[in-house]
Nanobody, 127 residues
Framework: QVQVVESGGGSVQAGGSLRLSCAASTYTIRNFCMAWFRQAPGKEREGVAM????????YYADSVKGRFTISQDNGKNSLYLQMNSLKFEDTGMYYC????????????????????WGQGTQVTVSS
């Protein structure tokens, strides 16, 4: 069983930055697909960024390309999301997800592909 816990959310003005963290309680996150999803009020949960901890090409949603950066620290079993130039439309609950499978080709996995989810951390961007 893998537990993931997000942190780092908060309120920020448009144009600002936040860094989200996700800590996984497992022996190692090597060879895991790790991802950030978000859900705005009244909208479906969507994939924001994903990476395969064993290497390969990360995936970014078009709406965040050039502004968000996903990264990992295998030694700390942690995943991060650096969010810069935040926009009002980035507001939502951000979830960390993990699954022991490959996703290093730059092609996103769907919600159903992930078996481990955190409780989410709220990001609020004021315009």
């Amino acid at each position: 069983q893998v537990q993931v816990v997000e942190s780092g959310g908060g309120s920020v003005q448009a144009g600002g930055s936040l860094r989200l963290s996700c800590a996984a309680s497992t022996y190692t996150i090597r060879n895991f697909c790790m991802a950030w999803f978000r859900q705005a009020p009244g909208k479906e949960r969507e994939g924001v960024a994903m990476l395969y901890t064993g290497g390969g090409r990360a995936y970014y949603a078009d709406s965040v390309k050039g502004r968000f950066t996903i990264s990992q620290d295998n030694g700390k079993n942690s995943l991060y999301l650096q969010m810069n130039s935040l926009k009002f439309e980035d507001t939502g609950m951000y979830y960390c997800a993990a699954e022991f499978r490959y996703c290093g080709g730059g092609v996103p996995l769907g919600l159903a592909d992930f078996g481990y989810w955190g409780q989410g951390t709220q990001v609020t961007v004021s315009s």
